[in-house]
């Protein structure tokens, strides 16, 4: 039985989502907690949406895990248990028995990231310190949203990854706005239909270096074209960042998205923010 669980942490206590030896993991956690509350013979495997980076944050991750077909459970009762073994950093919002097709990774359409900055004279609200970086030189929104136009669309993001072995570069970013929020944060959302590691994180290194003056609007999309990572591209810190939805197609076309994600993108990569 596949099963879809719907999921938010805080990143900051774990070296990323991926299972690491010895080391702290989000993934971990969770196999862990599942094991426990439906005493497995052997952990279940969870297969997440967007493989995010140590200190990275959701709102709105998403993951598939298949289960033995004699697990006797309720989705309301599985949450409570979970609720119940994990960590205050991690919650399962929501659990459900996946529909036929149903890829927490391939099936998904897009994903969207925000990325928050403070931009102010002193540091953030201390209450927000965890979740948003501080800048040390005002930005200029409009310049920001200006060297956002260049990028959209279907690319080669070579230039804002970091290259894996086997793994394609080109993504389609669908929305890359900037704007300042009535309590002064500088909030970026990032919609893409997937994400290749590092790309959200260079992204933003590459608009507060516009944002602050150091670069004109149309040297981003300069960096884009040429494929290759630029030392000007700052890869700004993980704890600004976090996911905040994955979004599906309807039921009838999971199978089907899937299999051209599979085709298109390849297994082999992984990601930091996909």
């Known amino acids: 039985m596949r099963w879809r669980l719907d999921l938010a942490y805080d990143g ?146 070579a230039a804002f990854c970091r290259r894996r072995e086997g793994a394609s570069t080109v993504r389609s970013l669908i929305q890359l706005t900037t704007r300042r929020t009535d309590a002064g944060i500088v909030e970026t959302t990032v919609v893409a239909d997937a994400f290749c590691h590092s790309m959200v994180r260079s992204l933003m290194g590459a608009l507060t270096a516009v944002g602050e003056g150091r670069n004109e609007p149309s040297w981003m999309t300069r960096v884009l074209k040429a494929k290759v990572r630029d030392s000007r591209v700052k890869v700004m810190p993980a704890h600004g960042l976090t996911l905040e939805e994955v979004v599906y197609p309807a039921d009838s076309q999971l199978a089907e998205r899937a299999r051209e994600s599979r085709q298109f993108r390849g297994t082999a990569e992984s990601a930091e923010d996909d």
Do not use: C
């Open 12 to 157: 900051a206590a774990y070296r990323g989502w991926a299972t690491q030896p010895s080391l702290p993991s989000v993934q971990q956690a969770i196999e862990d907690a599942l094991a426990l509350v439906l005493r497995l013979e052997e952990p279940a495997r969870l297969t997440v949406a967007g493989r995010t980076d140590t200190g990275v944050h959701a709102r709105g991750q998403v993951v598939h895990v298949d289960l033995p077909d004699d697990v006797d459970i309720d989705a309301d009762h599985l949450v409570r248990r979970l609720d119940r073994v994990l960590p205050d950093d991690i919650v399962v919002r929501a659990a459900r028995l996946a529909p036929d097709g149903f890829d927490a990774r391939f099936s998904a359409l897009r994903r969207r990231y925000v990325y928050r900055i403070w931009d102010g004279p002193t540091g953030p609200d201390p209450l927000h310190r965890n979740h948003v970086v501080h800048h040390h030189k005002p930005l200029d929104v409009s310049a920001m949203n200006d060297a956002a136009v260049g990028v959209l669309g279907e690319h080669d993001f």
